[in-house]
């Protein structure tokens, strides 16, 4: 049996391109493009719809001269959000990504009950020589444990994750071009006569475990040094402890 799971067919694309004259265009270009996603045994979370999240959360706002966050609604809905102004976040009532792996936990058992789909949100982008398929990835929580044998003496966690995997495609014949997938901080591009693919039309995508970096192969992947403050860094060199890696 392979060691990888493949998520595809139960994936729900949800278009987010406005209605147009090109939407029914862009509808078919993002089903023929789609990822084809692979997640490593004990992946706790899966992508998601925004609505479960939000659901389990608290709207604050950040006020400089309290210098802490101040609940402003207890019950947000997407369509509630604010859409300008800064220092805004979502904070999930139950769970804390202090907590380690019980924090984690916690999430996948909150994000359960909603039994949502599997999702993705597909957009377009339609620019002068470039068309860009935009396909996002919402996690419900991210847990990196540094070592998954003692998952709570270092880590990484956050509630809600987005990830995304673009493919750009020529805007004169609609031949794909190149792909570009998120990891971190940043991410990584690749032509696409080099891309791995499913079926010849979608690119495969390795999701890395708890963290959901994206990768063009399945194995062990160090951090990008980029991506780590300079705290992280010092701490890893006085320890002598090799920089964290990704397994996908």
């Not at 996603?37 to 001269?65: H, K, M, Q, W």
């Amino acid at each position: 049996m392979s060691r990888y799971l493949v998520v595809w067919c139960a994936l729900a694309l949800v278009l987010l391109a406005p209605t147009s004259a090109n939407a029914a265009t862009n509808e078919r270009l993002l089903a023929k493009y789609q990822p084809v996603t692979y997640f490593t045994p004990g992946e706790a979370f899966r992508p998601t719809t925004v609505e479960t999240f939000v659901a389990d959360s608290t709207l604050e706002r950040f006020i400089p001269a309290l210098g802490d966050w101040v609940p402003v609604d207890p019950a947000p809905t997407v369509d509630s959000l604010p859409i300008a102004g800064g220092g805004w976040r979502l904070n999930q009532r139950t769970c804390s990504p202090a907590a380690g792996s019980a924090g984690a936990a916690c999430y996948a058992a909150a994000w359960s009950a909603h039994d949502a789909q599997s999702s993705a949100y597909g957009r377009v982008a339609r620019l002068e020589t470039r068309i860009v398929l935009q396909y996002w990835f919402f996690y419900y929580d991210d847990f990196y444990p540094y070592n998954p044998l003692t998952p709570d003496v270092i880590w990484q966690a956050h509630e809600g994750d987005w990830e995304v995997v673009n493919v750009v495609l020529s805007r004169q014949d609609e031949d794909p071009l190149y792909v570009g997938y998120s990891q971190h901080c940043n991410g990584r591009t690749r032509a696409w006569s080099q891309t791995p693919r499913w079926r010849g039309h979608h690119p495969v995508v390795y999701v890395a475990l708890g963290s959901h970096a994206n990768y063009f192969t399945q194995g062990e992947h160090v951090f990008d040094q980029a991506c780590l403050p300079a705290p992280v860094l010092a701490f890893f060199a006085q320890t002598g402890l090799p920089l964290p890696r990704d397994q996908s």
